[in-house]
């Protein structure tokens, strides 16, 4: 079973910055999509951005233009720079992979909280 390993979050004020980094296994092979997802208290999951491989990025029209998502193929891996952060971003985000096969995995999530 593919592991998605997350790092970055934390306890920022609104206004701050923050990076998000998740890499797969070095060895996995088939990486069709990566991406970002975030789920608030009493809400349901939500997309953050995706990034396909050899795609155009795709971001939620709420993080336009203040979140990057970037990726480093050779490490499997994919970032999310956050910046200008509203209390509104304050959630759990998971790091997402789907592979060419069609199977989708998931990051175990790390809080981002972003205080007044």
């Known amino acids: 079973q593919l592991q998605l390993v997350e790092s970055g979050g934390g306890l920022v004020q609104a206004g701050g910055s923050l990076r998000l980094s998740c890499a797969a296994s070095?060895?996995?092979?088939?990486?069709?999509?990566m991406g970002w997802y975030r789920q608030a208290p009493g809400k349901q999951r939500e997309l953050v951005a995706i990034?396909?491989?050899?795609?155009?990025?795709n971001y939620a029209d709420s993080v336009k233009d203040r979140f990057t998502i970037s990726r480093d193929n050779a490490k499997n891996a994919v970032y999310l720079q956050m910046n200008s952060l509203k209390p509104e971003d304050t959630a759990v985000y998971y790091c997402?992979?789907?592979?060419?096969?069609?199977?989708?995995?998931w990051g175990q999530g790390t809080q981002v909280t972003v205080s007044s």
């Open positions: 997402y992979l789907r592979s060419y096969r069609g199977n989708d995995y």
């Open positions: 990034i396909p491989t050899g795609g155009n990025t």
């Open positions: 070095k060895n996995f092979v088939g990486i069709n999509v």
